[in-house]
T-cell receptor, first 109, second 111 residues
Framework: DAKTTQPTSMDCAEGRAANLPCNHS???????VYWYRQIHSQGPQYIIHGLKNNETNEMASLIITEDRKSSTLILPHATLRDTAVYYC??????????FGTGTRLQVFP | EAQVTQNPRYLITVTGKKLTVTCSQNMNHEYMSWYRQDPGLGLRQIYY???????DKGDVPEGYKVSRKEKRNFPLILESPSPNQTSLYFC??????????FGQGTRLTVV
């Protein structure tokens, strides 16, 4: 599975958009990009995933570059409850997810 | 409600005393996994199962056993726990693609 690179930490003001980048330059053609988050020490929570096209759901949007070497997770209106560690994962499937150290997002009032 | 249930949530035990952490899912998923999470190391996969009676090692299987006799259950067994198995453990289930569901975690301390 491809390796991902994420910033260690980011801050975001409440109500503003949070844009979390991820580099995955060695991604293979049929590997998906998954995003999960972990609030404190709870179980990781699925956010969104995509292959080539941009995706949007009720939680977030996922923008994947045309060459698929990087992506951005967008939380359109961050709230204090979005404070968490966000993991970007590339994988063929979800039976084995390789979690890195993620990005610690701090949303402040 | 779709969920993965782990028990117990917290456990303190002594070295060498066999223990089992249970995991159950109500979504009829074929795939189930166990992860451990340690500070600075992130989540690492211990074992996974692709279906009943089909299991395989993940990245850190030493000291652990699993079984998958029924589709909904995937217990993690520590035959002889040691202090280096003190960790936060998560069970997960999924269909193979798309969303994986995680349990709330089991915090294990081995003294």
């Amino acid at each position: 599975d491809a390796k991902t690179t994420q910033p260690t930490s980011m801050d975001c003001a409440e109500g503003r958009a949070a844009n979390l980048p991820c580099n995955h330059s060695t991604i293979s053609g049929n590997e998906y990009v998954y995003w999960y988050r972990q609030i404190h020490s709870q179980g990781p929570q699925y956010i969104i995933h995509g292959l080539k096209n941009n995706e949007t759901n009720e939680m977030a949007s996922l923008i994947i570059t045309e060459d698929r070497k990087s992506s951005t997770l967008i939380l359109p209106h961050a709230t204090l409850r979005d404070t968490a560690v966000y993991y970007c994962i590339v994988s063929y499937n979800t039976d084995k997810l390789i979690f890195g150290t993620g990005t610690r997002l701090q949303v402040f009032p | 409600e779709a969920q993965v249930t782990q028990n117990p949530r917290y456990l303190i035990t002594v070295t060498g005393k066999k223990l089992t952490v249970t995991c159950s899912q109500n979504m009829n998923h074929e795939y189930m996994s166990w992860y451990r999470q340690d500070p600075g190391l992130g989540l690492r996969q211990i074992y996974y199962s692709m279906n009943v009676e089909v299991t395989d090692k993940g990245d850190v299987p030493e000291g652990y056993k699993v079984s998958r006799k029924e589709k909904r259950n995937f217990p993690l067994i520590l035959e002889s726990p040691s202090p280096n198995q003190t960790s936060l453990y998560f069970c997960a289930s999924n269909t193979g693609t798309g969303e994986a569901f995680f349990g709330q975690g089991t915090r294990l301390t081995v003294v």
